[in-house]
């Protein structure tokens, strides 16, 4: 006896049902899972219906399964179905009822075939894009309500894409043609080989000029660069915009529409390169996606030649620097960026071979809640195993990167313009915010899908808000604030010259370390040294006229008096001319780059000499906004153990002061203030003392208490 496989099939699934009634399902195929019957089938099971003859069809394979790709060249859609979804439409010729088609499917593909809900679905997508012919009359009220829906959707995607509007401007594909058998000869191998050569050789010249390239940055972002830039980024951008046209039509692709879109109200030409979609191979659409960066990078390779050899104070070098960044930096950050809906992303949803990237990546993250945490299932079927890492891991990257700069461009645009980044303000907390929380809300609370699971969904929706509000509203983070300031030694002393002289030996050079008390310039002065002899003699002649005036002791005290002034005087001498060399007042480096200048010079009193540095220990003074000076001192909480403070267990370091000084503490300065000079600042105060009752039953030993002061 011969058993057909169908039949086999429905014998198996009642010895499973009989064995295992309740964890059958787990050993079918997931095609089995998919419910067969649709409660609105008895509406299309006599409608005729067939594709418009002007619908445009294209093979091609994802992940080795083949597709096909349904285009609509009025409205420039597409659509795509797959390979069973094909076969079930191409059995509908104007002849067959609906139903007579999907026996026939059934009969041709057996499971394969699409089930009554996939065939309602087919029908539905392709009626609503204007694909589809039926025996039926056309109905007005049908049509203006898809008219209303068609305006309703275009007016919701300007608004949300308020930041970047488009405005068509011309029919590019003609020009196209008149220059693609010139343009083809660079879309070869050959041209292959020549953008490799000139982007290599190109970053081989550039990389010994690194130091120079930096300094070229920070002079491109002066104000009186800023035309310049935005002249070079429209050209670049247009070239980067035919890139995407002629690797389009290269593959036959047609681009009808070039315009010109706003970038944050900045204007920017684009193309309609969409007809991409309907190509064949993966690697033409990812060359496509790729076209506009490598016109932009080779164009830069030319621009760095000539930003090489040219004299840097020119205007061309000038214009080649620009066009060189722009056409590589902004290349590599923005457009390469797949996390963006730019070059990159379409890119890599070729690369993966997943359409709608983004939209399935949050399809099956938003699924994975549903049916994991809600515990709701989903009548659609899980994407394919080697999909998944890839759907969540782009679904959560890009929610993030979007929302991060979404708010960095409402934040630049606030700082230029405050009107207008608060209404762009506004607009993202609807966007990001209101919109969310009432489709939330009326999903949680409404929608049928929840029915029996609505409590869950609810609980895990407040404890994930609740997590975030204290993430956000709660929990401390670093504060970390960015200023420009100076960088200088706690102890630093600049050595003057404190007796005018002579320089006759430097013995010190620039950077040498030295001891305190180590000599480092020796100097003399001749009429010094004979003052000091002079004086000396005069003192021991006053001293002799002491000791032969003792029978006359009115005469010995006023010479007494005459030898005391001499002697002073004598003393002061001696410290000037000791003075001469000048020593280390302390051990430290020495910072004199021209010392080595000053020998056989006369030093008036009071020039410089030498400073002499203590290395070891920076100061690090800073100049910080007011806003975030608030944010960095006294008026920062901090938590205490203290409770009988004002602010319960939080205060700032000046109250926690005040209330430890009452209560009798003694406070420990570092550095102390018998070693620190007058310019040191005090970085730390410790409060010393036994301990201090905390709310009448706990003590807390102060010894334990510091209060950093942040200078």
């Not at 008149?178 to 660079?186: C, H, N, T």
């Not at 004598?570 to 000037?576: D, F, G």
Request: hydrophobic share 50%.
């Amino acid at each position: 006896m011969q058993i057909d496989h169908g039949t086999f099939k429905v014998v198996i699934r009642v010895i499973i049902t009989q064995l295992f009634p309740r964890n059958y399902q787990l050993f079918l195929p997931m095609s089995n899972l998919r419910p067969t019957f649709h409660e609105s089938w008895y509406r299309v099971t006599d409608l005729k219906a067939r594709l418009r003859p002007s619908a445009q069809i294209s093979r091609q394979y994802y992940r080795g399964e083949r597709w096909y790709v349904v285009r609509d060249p009025a409205g420039n859609q597409y659509h795509r179905l797959s390979s069973a979804a094909y076969r079930f439409v191409g059995l509908l010729d104007g002849s067959r009822t609906v139903a007579e088609a999907w026996e026939l499917a059934g009969g041709i593909m057996a499971d394969d075939a699409p089930t009554q809900p996939e065939v309602v679905q087919i029908l539905s997508q392709l009626h609503a894009a204007n694909l589809l012919e039926a025996n039926v009359t056309a109905d007005a009220g049908v049509l203006l309500r898809r008219h209303k829906q068609m305006m309703k959707k275009r007016v919701q995607g300007r608004l949300m894409n308020v930041l970047f509007p488009r405005i068509p401007l011309w029919d590019l594909d003609s020009f196209l043609v008149r220059w693609m058998p010139v343009m083809k000869v660079f879309l070869s191998k050959f041209g292959i080989l020549l953008w490799l050569a000139a982007v290599i050789a190109a970053c081989a010249a550039l990389a010994p000029e690194w130091k120079r390239l930096s300094v070229g940055a920070e002079a491109a972002m002066k104000p009186g660069n800023w035309p310049w830039l935005w002249a070079t980024f429209v050209i670049i951008k247009l070239i980067h915009e035919l890139g995407h046209a002629f690797m389009c039509r290269r593959f036959g692709g047609e681009v009808h529409e070039l315009g010109v879109m706003f970038l944050v109200f900045v204007p920017a030409p684009y193309v309609d390169a969409s007809s991409a979609w309907s190509l064949p191979s993966k690697w033409q659409r990812v060359l496509v996606g790729a076209g506009g960066m490598i016109f932009e990078l080779f164009v830069a390779a030319i621009c760095a030649f000539i930003w090489l050899n040219s004299n840097p104070t020119t205007l061309v070098s000038q214009l080649a620097y620009n066009t060189m960044l722009i056409a590589s930096v902004s290349t590599i950050l923005f457009n390469a960026n797949p996390l963006l809906r730019y070059d990159g992303y379409y890119i890599l949803s070729d690369w993966l071979e997943i359409p709608n990237l983004k939209q399935k990546s949050n399809e099956y993250m938003f699924g994975l809640i549903k049916r994991h945490l809600f515990r709701v299932k989903s009548p659609i079927p899980l994407p394919p195993v080697g999909q998944r890492f890839w759907l969540l891991l782009y679904a959560i990257t890009s929610g993030a990167y979007r929302v991060f700069v979404g708010v960095m461009i409402i934040l630049v645009v606030s700082n230029q313009v405050p009107v207008l980044g608060i209404l762009m303000a506004i607009g993202g907390v609807i966007t990001w915010l209101v919109v969310p929380v009432v489709k939330t809300s009326k999903y949680l609370l409404l929608d049928a899908e929840l029915h029996r699971k609505r409590g869950r969904a609810i609980v895990w929706t407040g404890a994930f808000a609740a997590a975030v509000a204290l993430l956000i509203g709660v929990l401390r983070f670093p504060l970390h604030v960015e200023a420009e300031g100076i960088t200088t030694p706690l102890q630093q002393v600049t050595v003057r010259m404190r007796t005018p002289g002579f320089v006759d030996k430097v013995l010190v050079r620039d950077g040498q370390r030295v001891t305190i008390g180590e000599p480092m310039v020796l100097c003399s002065e001749p009429s010094l040294k004979a003052e000091i002899a002079k004086n000396k003699a005069e003192a021991e002649a006053s001293w002799a006229k002491i000791v032969g005036l003792v029978t006359n002791p009115a005469e010995q005290a006023v010479e007494r008096a005459n030898y005391t002034g001499l002697t002073k005087r004598l003393a002061i001498l001696e410290q000037q001319w000791n003075d001469l060399t000048i020593r280390a007042p302390f051990t430290g480096v020495v910072v004199a780059p021209q010392i080595h200048e000053l020998e056989n010079k006369f030093v008036k009193k009071g020039e410089d000499i030498a400073i002499v540095m203590n290395a070891q220990k920076l100061l690090v003074k800073a100049v910080v906004a007011q806003t975030d000076a608030a944010l960095l001192f006294t008026n920062e909480k901090v938590w205490t153990p203290v409770k009988d403070l004002a602010n319960g267990w939080e205060s700032t370091p000046k109250e926690l002061a005040e209330y430890l000084t009452k209560a009798g503490a003694k406070f420990e300065e570092t550095p102390a203030p018998s070693t620190r000079g007058p310019d040191d600042a005090v970085t730390r105060i410790v409060a010393k003392g036994s301990s201090i009752l905390l709310a009448g039953r706990a003590t807390w030993n102060l010894a334990l208490t510091t209060i950093n002061l942040r200078m």
